[in-house]
């Protein structure tokens, strides 16, 4: 009921969400989901990073063959 209360009125959308026990439950959660998908995609990038430079670490070793 909530979201649906704010998706009706964007503009208070803020307001009607911190503005309810209910409300800051759900902002608290969607804020450690954020933390958590951030914190996931910066290790998901170092990961590939580290694929990069491995893949680019065996075309250097190939072409000194």
């Known amino acids: 009921e909530l979201m649906i209360e704010a998706n009706k009125h964007p503009d208070q959308a803020m307001k009607i969400i911190m503005g309810s ?3 800051m439950k759900l902002a608290k959660k969607t ?3 954020q933390v958590d998908l951030q914190r996931d995609m ?3 990038f170092e990961d590939r990073d580290e694929d990069i430079v491995d893949e680019l670490d065996d075309l250097q ?3 000194r063959g």
């Open 21 to 23: 026990k209910d409300g």
């Open 31 to 33: 804020m450690e989901v």
């Open 42 to 44: 910066a290790k998901a």
């Open 61 to 63: 070793k190939e072409a």
